[in-house]
């Protein structure tokens, strides 16, 4: 199959399945009470957990596309690389370790959602779960680049790590994961940013021939698309934590799959607010007793303030998409399609 093709079709049958599900899904996480109270209503539950519409449609599109292509003749999974088994391990890892993000953020949305019990997994629990499972995920791009690990830096060029890899490496993972959860609870805000981030990385990736990393962009990108149509305003369903980590482990699998971490702050930048403005809020409450937003993260202080929720998402969104412009251009005359 031609490589677009092979892209396009990811991305296709990454909405059809993720916006069919919800038919099945949507009705059955009502029915198990998967759900939460809205801001505007008492009268109405809307179901969360709805991310794993996202996993379905994500997971079960890059299989079918990749062994489809493998039948055809193709094996878009290892282009761009002279190593093949360094790319088949940085791909499916990298889907395995978001797998185990959004399992994660599972447990904490049953927890709170179907035990009913408010907090979900403690800090610490659900740090932990992350550190090891950042960890492990380290463990396996270290072992497909032979030991001697590496990342691209803009106007730098393909660095040898070391120790800093690691160090810088989990610091990104654990930092883009939790800043994910951030985004959930508005309608279309998570799958907005993840989607335009996602198109994002998926441009980089096809700069250097990874077009594998590009049929997994579109899939993702399909599939919250497809998520999309459950989730605007009024949504029928949120992501919750269960879609939201997920999604933020699929941007990391990206970025490390293009050899470039470090572009998640710009090709994220969303995720950079959000985070920021939370951590901000807690520093100075815990340092002076004061708030410096009504309610963190940024997009609960803004809600709080008077804006609408779609001024919201189409503010957040715009500023995603110039984040993303300013990563593709990094990228691009920073040396990395050279």
Known sequence: MKISAVVIMAGLVGFVLTAVSGFLMIPWLRKLNYGRMTHDTVSKSVPTMGGLMTVLGVVVSVIVTAVTDKLSGGDISASGSLIPSEQYTKLWSGIITALCFGFIGFVDDWIRFVMHQNLG??????????????????????????????????????????????????AVVYATVSAAEFTDGIDGLSALSTLTSAVTLGVI??????????????????????????NRNPSKVFPGNTG?????????????????????????????????????????????????????PLHRHLEMCGWSRNKIVFIFTIINVFGGVTAVALMYFGGYAG
């Open 121 to 170: 997994l403690t800090v610490r629990q659900k740090s932990t779960a992350q550190v090891l499972a950042a960890l492990m995920y380290m463990v396996s791009m270290s072992l497909s680049m032979g030991g001697s690990p590496y990342m691209f830096i803009p106007f730098v060029g393909m660095l040898h790590m070391g120790i800093f890899y690691w160090i810088c490496g989990i």
């Open 205 to 230: 990736a096809a700069m250097k021939g990874f077009y594998g990393f590009s049929m997994v962009a579109c899939a993702l990108v399909g599939s919250c698309i497809g998520f999309l149509l459950w």
């Open 244 to 296: 939201a980590v997920f999604s933020g482990g699929m941007l990391v699998a990206l970025a490390f799959g293009i050899n470039c971490p470090l572009i998640l702050i710009p090709a994220c930048f969303v995720y950079v607010v959000e985070g920021i403005s939370y951590v901000l809020q807690v520093v100075c409450y815990r340092n002076s007793g004061k708030k410096i937003l009504k309610k963190a």
